[in-house]
């Protein structure tokens, strides 16, 4: 039943990708941010308040530093969205556990101090682990960047790198206790004002009730996604339930095929591939040292 709350998890976030790539046509992805936080926190207020879960929070500076960087994340990936095929897009934002893997390759050789005589930690498999990924990025990207899309790529690995930052910073949280609703209603209250304050800068779109009708299954469908995937964690992070919140990016690629005719060339599928495989085997990897982490969170 895990893996069925899962795929059910990866599905609603790929139709919220979906609803942001459309929507990205008439608002900008500081408005979405905004609108996306102000429903988030509505939805999470009201499953706090059915749950009997508290809002108040001990932990108030770990929440803003991980609404920070969880906004960022989502700011990137949804400028992505708006400049790049819905299957690109999301595949660079299913990066972050190859970000994560290069992380701990970075913090295990600058810890490594050779007068002692100790060997470094066998870092082989992430090392394999981080290369692979770069380079399904690179075989996924150069159709991108031959379309003179390169910049939204960037912001798009950005998004990826950030929401690795955010998921340890989550994973924080669960540690001391902090129930998930909690975490994902702060995240909102982030999301809504940081994207507040850059309206202010971007300015706001002509608003039209029927284009501003693709926010409500926007906000609606994230929180689904994230009821689902803390439904998938509930009795413990296992290995197969991780590894299938990759099956977002086979649903990313549906529908950049079939809804919006996004052609996808032999060189992108091999490279989209590969993140995945990365992405899975970075998972593996880390559950050894970490068998209960978190979700991810989108």
């Known amino acids: 039943m895990q893996a069925l709350w899962m795929l059910l998890a990866s599905l609603f976030f790929a139709s919220m990708a979906v609803c942001v790539k459309i929507a990205s046509e008439w608002f900008n992805s500081a408005e979405l941010v905004c609108y996306r936080g102000l429903l988030g926190m509505l939805l999470m207020w009201l499953l706090a308040?059915?749950?009997?879960?508290?809002?108040?929070?001990?932990y108030p500076g770990m929440h803003a530093w991980r609404s920070l960087v969880g906004v960022v994340s989502?700011?990137?990936?949804?400028?992505?969205?708006?400049?790049?095929?819905?299957?690109?897009a999301m595949t660079l934002n299913y990066m972050s556990s190859v970000w994560i893997a290069a992380f701990l390759v970075g913090g295990a050789l600058l810890a490594?101090?050779?007068?002692?005589?100790?060997?470094?930690?066998?870092?082989?498999p992430l090392v394999l682990t981080v290369l692979a990924g770069f380079v399904g990025v690179v075989m996924m990207l150069r159709p991108t960047i031959?379309?003179?899309?390169?910049?939204?790529?960037?912001?798009?690995?950005?998004?990826?790198?950030t929401a690795a930052f955010a998921y340890m910073q989550v994973m924080g949280l669960g540690r001391l206790g902090e129930p998930a609703t909690r975490t994902v209603f702060y995240f909102a209250v982030g999301s809504a004002v940081a994207g507040g304050a850059a309206m202010a800068v971007t300015g706001l779109s002509a608003w039209d009730w029927q284009h501003?009708?693709?926010?409500?299954?926007?906000?609606?469908?994230?929180?689904?996604?994230?009821?689902?995937?803390?439904?998938?964690?509930?009795?413990?992070?296992?290995?197969?339930?991780?590894?299938?919140?990759?099956?977002?990016?086979?649903?990313g690629a549906l529908?950049?095929?079939?809804?919006?005719?996004?052609?996808?060339?032999?060189?992108?599928?091999?490279?989209?591939?590969?993140?995945?495989?990365?992405?899975?085997?970075?998972?593996?990897?880390?559950?050894?040292?970490?068998?209960?982490?978190?979700?991810?969170?989108?």
């Open 49 to 58: 308040r059915r749950q009997s879960v508290s809002l108040a929070t001990r």
């Open 74 to 88: 989502l700011g990137a990936w949804f400028y992505a969205l708006a400049g790049l095929p819905l299957a690109t």
């Open 112 to 124: 490594w101090n050779p007068k002692t005589g100790a060997r470094p930690l066998d870092q082989g």
């Open 146 to 161: 031959e379309q003179n899309q390169a910049f939204a790529g960037v912001v798009g690995l950005l998004s990826g790198m």
């Open 212 to 251: 501003a009708l693709w926010l409500l299954p926007m906000g609606v469908l994230a929180s689904l996604g994230q009821l689902c995937m803390t439904r998938a964690y509930s009795q413990g992070a296992t290995l197969v339930v991780a590894n299938l919140q990759y099956s977002g990016i086979v649903f």
């Open 255 to 298: 529908y950049s095929v079939l809804l919006f005719g996004e052609p996808i060339p032999a060189a992108s599928w091999a490279g989209i591939a590969l993140v995945a495989v990365s992405g899975i085997a970075a998972t593996a990897l880390r559950s050894r040292a970490v068998p209960d982490a978190p979700a991810e969170e989108h």
